[in-house]
């Protein structure tokens, strides 16, 4: 939500900037330590009046151990990727650090898992995504000033592993915090009438989605190419994981070989999962269909409940004639509705391609809120540049439209209801008031388990950053 000048001052500050600090831990790459021992501070003194630092221990917390180098690691980072750290301090960028070890330590404490098959596929991910953006490893070994991929790599996995175990204590701590509704309304009434938040305008969107039919003669071309890939593989002359890069058409596995871990609950689709767990391990599947076009599977492990496989997608060709009847059908739609045949909502029930929406009348979902309101200062902005323009239930005209996998479909859109900036109200806005309580809620069980478990490990803290003023009770004063 939008909040504009009027601040929500009874929000704990210790809190606030928790999670100020808490924005950039994504993407910080840390370097980490396990302490074998005592280790030893390196912080030399020359003269009375004068210190020399070295790269050593500047905290511990735990088994954890920071250098003072990670300080400048951490502020590299953030720039790297459009951050502003004018107004981070040392001190502050510490004591991020040593939360970020205090939630891992206690994780482990805790016997939370995290096994390397989960890291290895999230650095595979990471990776990927480093790689199409500097250019090649190469590149990024030198970046990180690393002597070759190996190193770099098992430094990464460390990083990786730290920020995997920080976030499962993170959700550990909140996941049990609840709200009632009493808790919402007495949240709401504590705040003062002059420091109400502003909700920033917002739009309420729906749509109706055509698919081009694909010709079976299309469809067997790709069937027919799924098989020859098959039959190449299990010949011996390529890799599932090689025809994957060089062919999927996912674009959200296609870097890393269509690898994928996933277990009954995970969210795949239906016949994506019976088809994964029909098979036994080292198993290609036979061509099969999704929305999604067509894939082969190929089983790499089982381990207990969790599958890791490889699949390789291919979607159909669109051929220009298919395009030009899914257009015709949507013009047709989009006529009815402007002849008031049928409204907007019944249309997308009974005509949209669209299995997620259609059921709601065509009404869009936000991935952020999960309710159906969409701020314009936080809208995608394909879709607002979509919506900006059309009046309150006026029709777009068709709309072609391209995924990232290159399927191409054509939409209607249209604005059921339009909010504009307002101050928050209990009744219109009880959804976002609830999520501003929940989140005061689950602050407070942060700053109390930090509090709790600050007293019950080991940390020290050295040399000059003695003299820093955290948000939390490193020192124990």
């Not at 739009?203 to 299309?218: G, L, R």
């Not at 007293?455 to 939390?472: A, S």
Request: glycine content about 6%; hydrophobic content about 35%; aromatic content about 8%.
């Amino acid at each position: 939500m939008l909040l504009k000048s009027r601040r929500m001052k009874f929000i704990n500050n210790k809190i606030a900037l928790t999670f100020f600090l808490l924005l950039f831990s994504s993407g910080i790459a840390i370097a980490q330590e396990i302490i074998k021992g005592d280790a030893v501070d390196t912080i030399a003194k020359t003269k009375p009046s004068q210190k020399q630092k070295i790269d050593g221990v500047i905290a511990k917390v735990g088994d954890y151990i920071i250098l003072d180098s990670d300080i400048d690691k951490s502020y590299l980072e953030i720039s790297s990727q459009g951050g502003s750290i004018k107004d981070i301090t040392r001190c502050q960028m510490l004591g991020k650090l040593m939360e970020d070890k205090l939630y891992a330590h206690q994780a482990v404490q805790d016997s939370l898992k995290v096994t390397d098959s989960e890291v290895k596929s999230l650095m595979e991910e990471r990776l990927s995504y480093m790689v199409e953006q500097i250019g090649s490893m190469e590149k990024v070994v030198k970046y990180y000033k690393k002597s070759s991929e190996e190193e770099f790599r098992t430094y990464f996995f460390d990083i990786l592993k730290e920020q995997k175990l920080t976030s499962e204590m993170q959700k550990k701590i909140i996941d049990g915090v609840e709200i009632t509704p009493e808790e919402v309304r007495n949240f709401f009434k504590k705040i003062p009438a002059a420091e109400l938040p502003v909700f920033g305008a917002e739009m309420e969107v729906a749509q109706i989605i055509v698919t081009p039919k694909v010709s079976d003669a299309e469809k067997q071309k790709v069937i027919n190419k799924l098989k020859e890939f098959k039959k190449e593989i299990q010949e011996g002359g390529s890799s599932f994981a090689t025809k994957a890069v060089l062919y999927s058409q996912d674009p959200g596995s296609r870097a890393t070989g269509g690898f994928y871990k996933m277990n009954r609950k995970t969210q795949f689709v239906k016949e994506f999962k019976e088809v994964a767990f029909s098979l036994a391990e080292g198993e290609i599947s036979e061509p099969f269909e999704t929305d999604f076009g067509f894939h082969i599977i190929y089983v790499e492990k089982i381990k207990g409940q969790d599958v890791e496989l490889r699949h390789i997608l291919l979607i159909p060709a669109v051929t220009p004639d298919d395009l030009k009847a899914a257009k015709e059908k949507i013009t047709l739609i989009r006529k009815r509705i402007e002849d008031k045949e049928i409204t907007f909502a019944e249309a997308a029930k009974t005509m949209s391609d669209e299995k997620e929406t259609r059921a709601n009348g065509g009404a869009l979902i936000n991935p952020r809120t999960q309710d159906t309101r969409f701020e314009l200062t936080k809208m995608e902005p394909t879709l607002y540049g979509q919506i900006s323009n059309l009046k309150e239930n006026e029709v777009s005209l068709p709309i072609l439209d391209e995924d990232q996998s290159g399927k191409k479909k054509y939409k209607l859109i249209t604005v059921t209801n339009r909010i504009e900036d307002h101050t928050a109200d209990y009744a219109k806005d009880y959804t976002k008031i609830k999520d501003l309580a929940l989140k005061e809620k689950q602050f407070k069980a942060i700053g109390k388990w930090f509090d709790d478990k600050i007293k019950d490990t080991y940390i020290k803290v050295n040399g000059e950053y003695r003299d820093c003023t955290f948000t939390n009770n490193w020192l124990k004063k």
